[in-house]
């Protein structure tokens, strides 16, 4: 499809699609999109490992070691520190052995930001996405 371009830096791949508008960025050194929040804070401890960005969303997928159910609950504090509150009660969920699953939306009353961690262990080697919700508004 000539709508659909490929570009490659070093170990990180941008595929954009011109006619739908978005972007998929992963590889090492990816960096956060200009249009996500610059307000919100990201986790220390997690590596970027893709971005996706169109009209409509911005989402920003890491990987991040040492993440447990209290270190993500730590860093929904941070982020409630920063100016925003849970326009959701968070979601929780324990899968047993140290697995767990949280979602939780936070917002500053300007911008809403979807909040999924997961983790399949207890070898804290977790994934979190930040997913910018749009204004229904």
């Excluded at 739908?20 to 919100?40: H, Q």
């Excluded at 959701?88 to 809403?112: K, P, R, W």
């Amino acid at each position: 499809d000539e709508s659909i371009t490929v570009e490659q830096d070093g170990d990180k791949v941008t595929y954009s699609d011109e006619e739908s508008g978005t972007s998929v960025t992963a590889g090492e050194g990816v960096e956060v999109p200009e249009s996500f929040p610059s307000d919100f804070p990201l986790p220390d401890q997690a590596t970027i490992l893709s971005t996706v960005e169109n009209q409509e969303v911005v989402a920003v997928f890491m990987e991040w070691d040492g993440m447990t159910k209290d270190a993500l609950a730590s860093y929904i504090d941070t982020v409630k520190a920063a100016g925003y509150s849970e326009e959701t009660q968070a979601f929780d969920m324990d899968l047993g052995d140290g697995a767990f699953n949280t979602t939780v939306s936070l917002s500053n009353g300007q911008t809403e930001v979807l909040v999924v961690g997961t983790s399949d262990d207890s070898a804290s080697m977790g994934q979190v996405s930040l997913t910018v919700i749009p204004s229904t508004e």
